[in-house]
């Protein structure tokens, strides 16, 4: 095709089999990851010495990226990019998600026998684009016109799907490991944004970075998301806990033997739609706004202590939250005999932290005002906030949390007394409970997507009567 020839502007839905020396102008709503390859030079055969040099035989090393476009509220396009390994690299780092584009003069196939597609996102052209850094007039570069821009960046806020085709997080998560390896669509809120992480992949030794984004609905509390991409993870950073919506279409379900339940993955078939125009999203975002930010309040209201009565072992916990009695509830409680052989109430550990008044969110450092942008309140309050370790015959159990009222019982005493006594009086307060064996009552919460770690939370302790223990205690 001569190079002097004009091309037209085409249209996703006036794409068809004849359509030949146009451009596309669209924007960007997916983005696959690269997949890198190596192979022979075309026009080669495979089993032909290579008289080339390394560095030229580093240059046939290939590679492909798949785009997924959008130019109306109806139609979508797969793009798949083939080239060598430089120019997917480049590709790959020019554009994002959100991004609008000039595709020029690609090819285009049909869908219909095609195989490839079962590995893309799902779209509603039967056509698919090919560009190959083969045919030098096939190229795809940034959209600069800024009338059409800001009518396709408008396009990222139309749902592909229907709130109707969207399951609750709770019914993949009492799913279990049955869903493993399945697709669904989601309407979820970004709960909590965890810090980019590199790992050693095993089989190529190759580091690699993941992120993990807590998401949570009306339903759940919680769900683990992890993203693999570079392009994903940066796009994560722009969004917000409690604030940003994300419709996920063809959300792949993976099991994680890590946290013990079901997780989130993007697929090669996922498409995310950040913020979309739902009516409900009000409901949602209202719902994510009222949920309790500290774990530990949410803990301490759920059962009173006076129905905790099943007697364990320190060992028994540990192997209900970590080894081989773990079950499918991420809660349960205990009546613990054990001794207190951490209490450090004169020492450097922090005994008193702060929170909200209104809404109980904790509050770090100097600054007064509530971290939560929607909380009406700027006041703070003193609490206590005790990491208190229990041991008995079979081990110990080490960082649980003793806060707030329960403490006070226990210590009887409030914040404000206990700050005016002197290291000699707490130590003395500290020793009426150091060593003694004392009847603990615990609400246990697993370690989840929420989480970081297993929580456990005091909810009474008292002096153990001997004649109680001697008949509850277990040998295990």
Request: glycine share 4%; charged share 25%; hydrophobic share 40%.
């Amino acid at each position: 095709m001569a190079s002097s020839e004009l091309s037209t502007v085409k249209t996703i839905a006036q794409i068809n089999d004849e359509a030949r020396n146009f451009i596309l102008v669209a924007v960007v709503i997916a983005k696959s990851s690269p997949r890198f390859f190596s192979g022979p030079p075309k026009n080669r055969n495979f089993f032909e010495q290579d008289t080339t040099s390394d560095s030229a035989g580093l240059e046939m090393a290939r590679g492909v990226l798949t785009l997924t476009l959008r130019d109306s509220a109806r139609d979508t396009i797969n793009c798949t990019i083939w080239g060598k390994a430089d120019t997917i690299a480049h590709y790959d780092n020019a554009f994002e998600v959100g991004d609008v584009i000039d595709v020029n003069r690609p090819q285009v196939s049909s869908t219909v026998f095609g195989r490839s597609e079962q590995y893309s996102p799902t779209v509603t052209s039967p056509y698919c684009l090919t560009v190959n850094d083969q045919a030098q007039l096939a190229q795809i570069v940034r959209h600069e016109g800024s009338q059409d821009t800001a009518r396709l960046r408008a396009l990222l806020r139309v749902p592909l799907v229907q709130p109707g085709s969207t399951i609750p997080l709770a019914d993949i998560v009492a799913s279990g490991s049955g869903c493993n390896g399945e697709t669904f669509n989601l309407l979820v809120v970004v709960r909590a944004l965890r810090a980019k992480r590199d790992v050693r992949v095993a089989r190529s030794n190759e580091v690699k970075s993941f992120r993990e984004v807590v998401l949570m609905d009306c339903s759940h509390p919680g769900v683990v998301m992890k993203f693999w991409s570079e392009s994903y993870i940066r796009w994560s950073e722009r969004w917000t806990p409690l604030q940003t919506v994300l419709l996920l279409v063809d959300a792949r379900v993976e099991y994680s033997a890590y946290y013990k339940t079901i997780c989130l993955a993007v697929d090669r078939k996922t498409i995310i739609t950040q913020d979309p125009d739902l009516a409900q999203l009000s409901n949602l975002l209202a719902h994510a706004r009222s949920i309790p930010t500290q774990d530990i309040d949410l803990v301490c209201s759920l059962s009173s202590a006076a129905t905790i009565s099943t007697v364990m072992t320190v060992q028994q916990i540990l192997d209900r939250t970590e080894g081989d009695l773990v079950q499918e509830q991420d809660q349960f409680t205990a009546l613990c005999y054990a001794v207190i052989t951490r209490l450090d109430l004169d020492g450097p550990t922090r005994t008193v932290s702060e929170r909200c008044v209104s809404c109980r969110t904790l509050v770090r450092g100097q600054d007064a005002a509530c971290p939560r942008y929607d909380c009406p309140a700027g006041g703070r309050e003193p609490f206590f906030d005790l990491t208190v370790d229990i041991t008995d015959h079979t081990g110990t159990l080490a960082g649980c949390r003793m806060v707030s009222r329960v403490a006070e019982a226990v210590l009887q005493c409030d914040v404000a007394s206990f700050k005016r006594q002197t290291d000699d009086q707490k130590t003395h307060l500290k020793w009426k409970f150091l060593l003694d064996r004392c009847a603990v009552k615990l609400i246990v919460k697993r370690r989840s997507a929420v989480r970081f770690q297993n929580l456990y939370s005091i909810v009474e302790c008292t002096i153990a009567d001997p004649a109680e223990v001697e008949a509850k205690l277990k040998v295990y």
